[in-house]
């Protein structure tokens, strides 16, 4: 009884161990390489959420968005760029995070400019936030 226990475990660990291999090295996809679900502008973006959050959320919350506006702010820190857009608030707006990787370089757009930007919606803290983003 207790090998037929040890081996059912062994067994378990195995394949726990192998799933998590496996997702280890699964490697990243970015937003870019999915098909869009919306495209919108930054301003209906931002004032859908600050209408109805929950509502904002049930449409666009896990999904591919490609989002067209004016650049208010670009800050780089390390490999991660996060471009603002602006949203039509004073303080707010739409903050979308670009993840540059060591065989990549990303030409940053300058601030004021226009920009499409592809990214899936991670919801609202103050900004309206995309991750995952590449630039159109």
Known sequence: MRKKYF???GIVW???????????????????EKSTDFSISAIDLFNQYQQDESAANKK????????????ADV?????TVSIQLDGGASTAGINC????????KIQLPEKGSLVKIKGRCAGML???????????
């Not at 998590?20 to 699964?26: A, P, V």
């Not at 995070?97 to 990549?104: A, G, M, N, V």
């Open 7 to 9: 081996l059912f475990a």
């Open 14 to 32: 195995l394949v726990l161990a192998g799933l998590g291999l496996y997702y280890y090295d699964k490697p990243h996809t970015s937003a870019g």
């Open 60 to 71: 666009f919350l896990d999904k591919i968005i490609e989002v067209q506006g004016k650049i």
């Open 75 to 79: 800050q780089q820190s390390g490999n």
């Open 97 to 104: 995070s670009i993840t540059q990787h060591s065989d990549q």
């Open 126 to 136: 103050m900004d309206v936030n995309l991750v995952d983003c590449v630039i159109q």
